[in-house]
DNA sequence: CACCCATCTGCTCATGTGAGCACCACCCGC
DNA sequence: GCGGGTGGTGCTCACATGAGCAGATGGGTG
């Protein structure tokens, strides 16, 4: 008998006894039987089987999630914990699974943040309203940047934030403030405060912040909300911004898109992000890659949740600071706002 | 805690569990540790995910059986083994399949027949091909119907029965009539013929039948070859005949449809072929189920190699031999060569 | 022709797993 | 409030399984 002869035999072995293990539930003794081989060798052949793809194993569920993707992830981009989702078809629903993805990780994760800060938009009150009610105790929830009061929506900031905390017993501290600045002045006359101020250090005593991030394109919510114009986007589009980090604009490098702008920004800061133990980035959809790319790969968050699609996109980046990327390719996609 | 959640929770751990288990390939007690379970409701909420078929397991692979789908036609219709492949869209792969399935049944059965009676068609000769040199030791081969000498292919049929022999190290015995004779006294002289009549003999004392069927249609090996007109195929169409079984046309009740024609057919009756003790029919594609349906339900076979989608007709069918089967709707039905 | 290396085989043994059972908590009708 | 169910839980124990190993096999090479 050639060699090729008994891969083949062995072959033809090792399905059947994948069909007689899996699909009729026998034992390897009995299988062992059957085909005329000793238990040894079915367990072998579906070792085998296994190894070869013969056998497929498959997890259909929506709340199903890709271990393997989450491993990958969190080794390249050296995250503390990373959540991927299976990607549905369908945009919505795919914000609404990595949302719930989302709401499942808070839910669980050990050790219980004291005090969590949020940032707003429509991802982030997905994830509100996914938690279930008293989904922890007496977590108390801090804004990290300013609102959303100028939105076609008003108070739905807020009410993530209220949400977020009243499903957990806890209360919520708003940060009274647009998210942008007309004037420098102003911007730094409304950060002292002592209300905002107040606010703005305990955002900075958080142990946990929770955010996800807009795309720069006009249809960003900043430009809905009346912060910025299509002039500024398209300007800071030209500057390289991919997107919008709880409402700081970034280019691919992780950068500061525009400092000017930047400075009349009120919130967190990107640094303080990076600097803090868990940092929470919840993004979904085609149109975010870029910006989840900068994020992830200039390590502004330690916990990734996202889906399936948007994983791989950044597993197969080979380098995520090519500068073959067009960034004003970027402004066309088409993009929900999501924001800040 | 209401019965809902904790059905949903149940459900949100067993994906998890799943996920573990098959994909991380940990241990129920690992499982356990993480999901803060202990290692018994791991297995209980893997038996459910199992149930709930939340967990998928496939077996892809291009031999793989319908092991369940042979259960139920074994059982349904009393035969003594059935083998299922899956259909693959394209029909001549349905066929090769179909062939090399029959040709694996073969090469296992126990006992080894000392005398195989075989017919012939397209399908069979794929059969033989499919078989391995030396699949067997000292299987003598046996003719049981007469031959193609007709034929736009001279010589298949012996072809195909000399093969099976030569590949197991026997000798074929040809039946050197021809299938089908013009008048009765001649059939009856060449059946009176000491070859013929040993040959038949012989046949009749085989310890197993190998054989496919052929469609009641124009493109019926039959009129290639000449044995038969397209109008005698319509008025057997009319008569309600479904199909050939060794180049005797039965009905959809199983019985012969033209007597006077089945009269001057030589070879084996389909008596004999029912009492044998090992009739092995090999028959796949959509043209053949109502003459597949038609020897599965009249006991003609007692081993039956087919493909899913016949499978499934067959079992689907709720009275076979219901009235409201249009005969000659069959006559239409696309259909190639293959017979008898 | 003898040797060697690689692979395969059947085994022992430790570990993983499922069936069955006693128990507990909760719910419902009385 | 109280028994009787009903479903879920943790356990024992027997069985199924995979890791690791010694010996067999077989094909190629000096």
Redesign the pocket.
Known sequence: ???AD??AA?ELLAVRAAEL?YEEN??????GAILR????????L??QARERGIIRIEIVHPRARRLALERDLAARFGLKDAVVVPAPADEVELQARVSEAAADWLVSHRPVPRLLGVSWGRTLHQVAEALPSGWSTAVNVVQINGGVSLSKRPGTAAATAVMIAQKAGGQATLLPSPAILERLETKKAIEGDRTVGGVLAMARGASAYLYSAGVADTSSVHVDSGYLTPADIARLVERGAVGDVIGRYITADGTIADPELDARTLGLGLEELRAAAWSILVIGGEAKHPVARAIVTHGLCSVLVTDEHTARALLDEHDASSPDLAPHDLATTASREDAP
């Open positions: 008998m050639t060699p008994s891969t062995n293990y026998k034992t390897q003794d009995e299988i081989v000793t238990r040894w060798k079915v367990g072998r579906l070792a």
